[in-house]
């Protein structure tokens, strides 16, 4: 049974790009959760998608948007990206919602 | 606001050594509690949670977590150390606030946990 997979595992990106993180939940699962962690911090929330619809945000600008599909996977796109947006981007697949979360490798994001 | 505090940002122990590790929320009501480990370069792993009942919790590992109401705290201990514990751990709480009812998940900064030979 494969758990989270997320895609890509490095990204290198220029300030004002834009990027799309991909994330699969673990078979079964039907809630897709994403968090940012910066060096040396714990997970930020950035969003919950559940049957297709963004369901919870954290504080995050809209720069930060997401997708959910039928199959359940996600993606995290980040537009106009800053320095600052550099972090480990972590997914985590839930059932349901309230669930205990299983979390992905992580992509690592490098704005420069 | 809620929040979770880990006031140790690093623990050193020795390998056998027993660990305790501190985690206060708040809160107004009792949320639901986790703790996890993430390992260098690696994603989170789920050691034990609370929802409700007793209040010592088992998990994976030879872990374990005391629920305290009084003192809104979750701390986590082990008996014994073992040089393959040291990581960063983190402890989170699913608390109910979001529209609809609905709960969010906050994190504290994690516990970076040392273990001498």
């Known amino acids: 049974d494969a758990g989270v997979t997320q895609s890509p595992t490095h990204l290198i990106k220029t300030r004002g790009q834009q990027v799309t993180l991909r994330c699969s939940p673990k078979?079964?699962?039907?809630?897709v959760s994403w968090y940012q962690q910066a060096l040396g911090q714990g997970p930020q929330f950035i969003f919950q998608?559940?049957?297709?619809?963004?369901?919870q945000r954290g504080n995050f600008p809209d720069r930060f948007s997401g997708h959910q599909f039928p199959n359940y996977s996600s993606e995290l796109n980040v537009n106009a990206l800053l320095l600052g947006d550099s972090a480990l981007y972590l997914c985590?697949?839930?059932?349901?919602?309230?669930?205990?979360?299983?979390f992905g490798p992580g992509t690592r994001l490098t704005v420069l | 606001a809620q929040s979770v505090t880990q006031p140790d940002i690093h623990i050193t122990v020795s390998e056998g050594a027993s660990l305790e590790l501190r985690c206060n929320y708040s809160?107004?009501?009792?949320?639901?509690l986790f703790w996890y480990v993430q390992s260098p370069g690696q994603g989170l792993q789920l050691l034990l949670k609370?929802?409700?009942?007793?209040?010592l919790v088992q998990g994976i590992k030879g872990f374990e977590a005391e629920f305290k109401r009084s003192q809104s705290s979750f701390n986590l201990r082990k008996p014994s150390v073992h040089w393959s514990d040291a990581a960063e751990y983190f402890c989170?709480?699913?608390?109910?606030?979001?529209?609809?009812?609905?709960?969010?998940?906050?994190f504290g900064r994690g516990t970076s946990l040392i273990v001498h030979p």
């Open positions: 985590a697949s839930s059932y349901p919602p309230t669930g205990t979360q299983y």
């Open positions: 809160y107004g009501a009792t949320p639901y």
């Open positions: 989170a709480v699913l608390w109910r606030g979001g529209s609809g009812g609905s709960y969010i998940p906050t």
């Open positions: 609370y929802f409700s009942g007793d209040t």
């Open positions: 078979s079964g699962h039907d809630t």
């Open positions: 998608y559940y049957e297709e619809e963004e369901r």
